[in-house]
């Protein structure tokens, strides 16, 4: 079974893109896999759905964490406070999805929002 570790940035896709990308992990994945949100990502959409600036991120950052509990998703602990480097370390054990061009480049394999309507390995 291969684990999938959405970054903070990509679980705010439903709020700001309207991509169910559950249904495109459904789509581009040819294995089992299972979705396992990391506490660090989960307390950073937690803070912005109370502090961030701009409403539409507040509000993306709730729809986030509503999907999270109605999907019933797994929580993790990492040793890592810090999100970027707790994905960067668990990208050997399985795919890290984010949108972030610096993760991208200290992980090399992920899953990624193309053109803002479709998910894709890259």
Do not use: C, H, W
Request: hydrophobic share 45%.
């Amino acid at each position: 079974m291969i684990t999938i570790y959405p970054d903070t940035n990509f679980l705010l896709i439903p709020g700001q893109f309207k991509v169910d990308i559950f249904a495109e992990f459904e789509r581009i994945m040819d294995k089992p896999f299972e979705i396992i949100i990391i506490e660090p990502v989960y307390q950073e959409l937690l803070k912005l759905s109370k502090t961030a600036d701009k409403g539409a991120d507040k509000a993306a950052a709730s729809l986030a964490i509503q999907l999270i509990n109605q999907k019933g998703l797994k929580r993790e602990p990492t040793s890592e406070d810090y999100a970027d480097d707790a994905l960067a370390r668990l990208a050997s054990d399985g795919l890290i999805a984010t949108q972030d061009q610096d993760l991208k480049r200290r992980i090399g394999e992920v899953i990624t929002l193309i053109k803002k309507q479709y998910l894709k390995i890259i």
